[in-house]
């Protein structure tokens, strides 16, 4: 199989996934009236467009370079192995998961499992999954949707931990805050 198809697979599960697996969730206390949310929305959308295989055919933008597939391969396992991360952080989560910030019936904050690592290993996994993917797909229009989707990443975890902090406690989650760090692991928080 061709780490394209690999790649292709992938994704497709784990949107599949994603979709189902939101009708596991508590019901929505509350969410946060931001006009930052449009944005980090927007940052990730246009992220993902450029991201999309086809969007740098549809403008003419060629390869910068081969991985070959060998290269392609390690890149379809390192994106798998983000959405693994993803998920092992959504089902530890459980009925606290949300697709956007918001306050859940019994919301804490979970220090445990992959949250004992990142803050945020959803989107860390989800991160190392669209690095991954752009590093394959090697055009100008991909490797700029890190950025985009980084940005926009960065934006609704800042919102979602200020959302937490007001909502569940100063104290509690700034302690939290200053033992782990938000995104990258192993980087001093």
């Known amino acids: 199989m061709r780490p394209g198809l690999i790649f ?5 599960g784990w949107i599949a996934s994603w979709v189902v697996a939101a009708l596991w969730s508590s019901a929505t206390l509350r969410k946060p009236v931001t006009p930052l949310t449009w944005l980090y929305q927007s ?12 969007t740098a055919r549809w403008l003419g933008a060629g390869r910068l370079y081969h991985v070959g ?8 396992v390192l994106a798998i192995l983000g959405f693994c991360f993803a998920w092992w952080a959504r089902i530890h989560l459980g009925r606290l998961w949300s697709g956007s910030v918001t306050l859940k019936e019994g919301h804490h904050v979970v220090e445990t499992g992959p ?19 752009a590093i394959a797909l090697a055009t100008v229009l991909s490797l700029l949707s890190i950025v985009f989707i980084a940005a926009g990443i960065w934006l609704k975890a800042r919102i979602e931990e200020n959302w937490l902090r007001a909502e569940l406690g100063e104290g509690e989650y700034d302690a939290y805050r200053k033992r782990v760090p938000m995104l990258v692991p192993f980087m001093r928080p």
Do not use: M, Q
């Open 8 to 12: 292709l697979g992938a994704w497709v």
């Open 43 to 54: 940052l990730l959308l246009a992220g993902s467009v450029l991201l999309y295989y086809r």
């Open 69 to 76: 597939f060998g290269g392609g391969y390690a890149l379809a």
């Open 115 to 133: 949250y004992a690592i990142v803050r945020h290993p959803i989107y860390t996994g989800l991160l190392v999954a669209v690095i991954a993917t």
